[in-house]
């Protein structure tokens, strides 16, 4: 039986003593009898706990000892008695034996892994019966234990809540704990790549090229690493061409919804509108490559404008298209929370709707606008399948929007791509842009929540 099985068996165990647990708990409670301290689910789940969670951390622990357990079972048998003594091809008959013992495969290119098979299945077999056998213990003494302590003044609930939190608790430290992770091999990862090459020369140099030769000999020994082609980039497209779609269409449309569209039109053209945020990025990739960039290239030729298919025009009126969304939700619900006096004030003074909004509603709304903006632009340079598919691999520093230009992300994808040794600048050169971009992110979305706190705290 596998593990998987057996958890399942044992959470059904746990439904049992979930029920049984809430029967005799309902009992408690009567005429004439004193007012237990819980409720009977909070007894079952206090029961049902007990029951279930010793048992499954055994059996996490019992999935990481059995594997050595069966290994060394294995090897003692005398059908290993001809394996190598080390090396690929002992590891490689194990595996083969392993896999057809599991049924994960029906061939195998060594024969001796026919012979091992049977011994890997017995194994497997002996050490999940003893896991079965030892989880059923511990979780019906689990429940035992616990179902022989309910009583009408027991503290079910403040238990079981309890063990709620500390859930909850691991489950934000890992999130925590994650993300510490990720900053960290980010950091020393870019300690290494800055030993190696100048941070001076990265952060403000001009030319990025950063292949490697092969030979000292060859000619460009030496890559250069001047990220600037990469952030300028990197705004141009993310935080230039894609706000200038953005902003007015999202604002707009936002001022539309909120003030001048029925309920009944509201309704149907806000989920609408935010069916955009759910689209794939990969789906604006092709819509950018075939059909946006090659219009665009044939209008800067109708234009006499020397240009390509791949262009930063092409990915970053895309990328406004994709973040439309985000502008126009925090927009909407900014101007929504406008208290509503401000609003019928403007209105008994005289100003039509335009004037209200242009002259009220719009500047009062403003902090929640712009903290809405900026949480956009952190989430369009963090794009790159559209940039990857649209706008080119070229890092060129150009006002040019017929250009074809790249990004910040787009060079992190081609740099880590295929086998890459991590002692090479150029491989770590992507943790060092992954920083870069990891701290530009970090402070516009810390500008942005502080500006959407000070615009709650204004009008809540």
């Known amino acids: 039986m596998s593990f998987a099985a057996i958890a399942l068996l044992v959470a059904g165990l746990g439904l049992i003593a979930?029920?049984?647990?809430?029967?005799?708990?309902?009992?408690?409670?009567?005429?004439?009898?004193?007012?237990?301290?819980?409720?009977?689910?909070?007894?079952?789940?206090?029961?049902?706990?007990?029951?279930?969670?010793?048992?499954?951390?055994?059996?996490?622990?019992?999935?990481?000892l059995s594997g050595p357990l069966i290994y060394d079972r294995v090897i003692a048998s005398p059908e290993a008695a001809s394996l190598p003594a080390f090396g690929m091809q002992r590891s490689a008959i194990l595996g083969e034996a392993y896999a057809l013992a599991t049924g994960t495969s029906t061939t195998a290119f060594n024969r001796e892994a026919f012979a091992l098979a049977p011994i890997y299945e017995e194994a497997i077999a002996f050490f999940s019966r003893i896991g079965l056998a030892v989880a059923l213990l511990i979780a019906f003494a689990g429940g035992a234990w616990a179902f022989s302590r309910m009583s009408p003044v027991f503290r079910?609930?403040?238990?079981?809540?309890?063990?709620v939190m500390g859930v909850l608790l691991g489950a934000s430290l890992i999130a925590i704990l994650t993300t510490l992770g990720i900053v960290a091999s980010l950091i020393f990862e870019s300690f290494r790549f800055f030993s190696m090459v100048s941070p001076i020369e990265f952060l403000f140099g001009f030319n990025w090229s950063p292949q490697m030769a092969i030979r000292a000999d060859q000619a460009g020994s030496s890559?250069?690493?001047?990220?600037?082609?990469?952030?300028?980039?990197?705004?141009?497209?993310?935080?230039?061409?894609?706000?200038?779609?953005?902003?007015?269409l999202g604002l707009m449309s936002a001022?539309?919804?909120?003030?001048?569209?029925?309920?009944?039109?509201?309704?149907?053209?806000?989920?609408?509108?935010?069916?955009?945020?759910g689209v794939p990025t990969v789906v604006y990739g092709y819509?950018?490559?075939?059909?946006?960039?090659?219009?665009?290239?044939?209008?800067?030729?109708?234009?006499?404008?020397?240009?390509?298919?791949?262009?930063?025009?092409?990915?970053?009126?895309?990328?406004?298209?994709?973040?439309?969304?985000?502008?126009?939700?925090?927009?909407?619900?900014?101007?929504?929370?406008?208290?509503?006096?401000?609003r019928d004030g403007s209105l008994a003074m005289g100003a039509t709707t335009s004037e209200t909004i242009k002259k009220v509603l719009v500047p009062a709304a403003l902090p929640g606008v712009v903290g809405g903006v900026l949480l956009?632009?952190?989430?369009?340079?963090?794009?790159?399948?559209?940039?990857v598919m649209a706008a080119g691999l070229a890092a060129n520093l150009t006002l040019n929007p017929f250009d074809s230009v790249t990004t910040v992300t787009t060079q992190i994808v081609q740099l880590l791509t295929g086998d890459q040794e991590f002692n090479s600048p150029k491989t770590l050169a992507a943790f060092a842009l992954g920083l870069v971009l990891f701290l530009v992110t970090l402070a516009l979305n810390i500008v942005a929540l502080r500006v959407v706190k000070k615009y709650r705290e204004a009008y809540e």
């Open 287 to 342: 819509f950018a490559a075939l059909t946006v960039a090659p219009a665009i290239r044939d209008l800067g030729l109708s234009l006499g404008i020397a240009s390509s298919t791949e262009s930063a025009l092409a990915a970053g009126l895309v990328m406004g298209i994709m973040i439309i969304p985000f502008v126009s939700s925090m927009a909407d619900d900014s101007i929504a929370a406008v208290p509503q006096a401000m």
């Open 18 to 64: 979930w029920v049984s647990a809430r029967a005799r708990a309902a009992a408690f409670a009567g005429p004439g009898k004193p007012r237990p301290h819980s409720l009977p689910s909070q007894h079952g789940w206090y029961v049902a706990l007990w029951t279930v969670v010793p048992a499954l951390l055994f059996l996490a622990l019992w999935s990481n």
């Open 223 to 248: 890559g250069a690493f001047g990220a600037i082609p990469l952030f300028w980039g990197t705004i141009f497209i993310g935080a230039i061409i894609a706000m200038i779609v953005a902003i007015p």
């Open 376 to 387: 956009a632009v952190s989430r369009a340079i963090g794009e790159t399948m559209i940039v």
């Open 156 to 163: 079910a609930r403040t238990r079981v809540e309890r063990v």
């Open 255 to 277: 001022i539309y919804l909120t003030q001048y569209a029925s309920p009944r039109v509201r309704a149907w053209m806000k989920p609408l509108l935010e069916i955009l945020a």
